[in-house]
């Protein structure tokens, strides 16, 4: 990468100050507290973002440069990868977003991906580089030429990840875009057809009508079972009242029987009393 210049319209201490650099090495100089070190931030803010968020430290980025005698919170810079691409960066400290243009001066910001926490991440994604690998390589503050142990196991595991994987750092957001890829040709989604997913939820739903369907008929059998107690309960009550009718049905015939009896014996008796009257 190569910074061509950059354009500080307000930043820290430092207003509308233009800055040309050299293809060669380039060397900022001044006495303390000059701005060396504000330059330093403003290249590194332009990249990344001034966070509000303290990071341990007593002030955060943004409290710390915002100017005091300017409303102006800006500013841009020029510069140029590995691969020739040349690229204008405009940003505006106080809102999360900056501007990106191409060497054709054409506005290409929204070729890239917005996160809501921290913005445009535009610069990892054009390098593969994130802050902490920036501040841990490529740029190193005064207090921090020495690496500390913590920055060397950011350093040394941002290495390995490029050997084995060819990038520092694995993207959360192309790692769950590739996961969601391989479900949809794999499994399939609620939206699909005929993927093994919606041939689950076809069995699932079947399933559960055939459940529905089994508690219906679960229903319809104990309702049945007590319609057959019913009637064999009515059955038993009228095989008794049958059983009843049936046994006053013979006496009654066995005191028809006796009183027939009893009046031919009268009978015969009257007879016999009349032949002997005569």
């Known amino acids: 990468m190569k910074i061509n210049n950059l354009k500080i319209n307000g930043y820290g201490n430092i207003q509308n100050k233009q ?17 060396k070190s504000t330059i330093f931030k403003f290249i590194i803010n332009m990249l990344y973002g001034s966070s509000k968020n303290k990071k341990g430290q007593e002030i955060s980025d943004f409290e710390k440069y915002t100017p005091w005698k300017t409303e102006e919170f800006s500013g841009k810079m020029n510069y140029e990868l590995d691969n020739k691409n040349k690229y204008e960066i405009f940003r505006e400290f106080k809102k999360k977003n900056p501007k990106i243009y191409n060497e054709d001066s054409e506005d290409i910001t929204k070729e890239y991906n917005i996160d809501k926490t921290k913005g445009i991440d535009y610069f990892y994604e054009q390098t593969n580089i994130d802050e902490e690998l920036f501040l841990s390589s490529t740029a190193i503050m005064q207090e921090n030429v020495k690496l500390e142990k913590s920055n060397q196991n950011i350093l040394i595991q941002k290495i390995t990840n490029l050997m084995s994987t060819g990038q520092d750092n694995i993207s959360y957001k192309k790692t769950i875009d590739k996961l969601n890829k391989k479900q949809l040709e794999e499994i399939g989604t609620s939206r699909s057809i005929n993927k093994p997913i919606n041939k689950i939820e076809n069995r699932i739903n079947n399933l559960k009508i055939n459940k529905i369907n089994l508690e219906i008929f679960k229903d319809e059998k104990y309702e049945i079972q007590n319609k057959k107690e019913r009637i064999i309960e009515e059955i038993n009550e009228l095989n008794k009242q049958i059983e009843l009718i049936k046994n006053i049905k013979e006496i009654k015939q066995k005191n028809n029987i006796e009183k027939e009896k009893i009046k031919i014996t009268e009978e015969i008796i009257l007879n016999n009393n009349k032949k002997m009257q005569n």
């Open 19 to 35: 800055i040309n650099l050299d293809e060669k090495i380039n060397i900022i100089y001044g006495k303390n507290e000059s701005g």
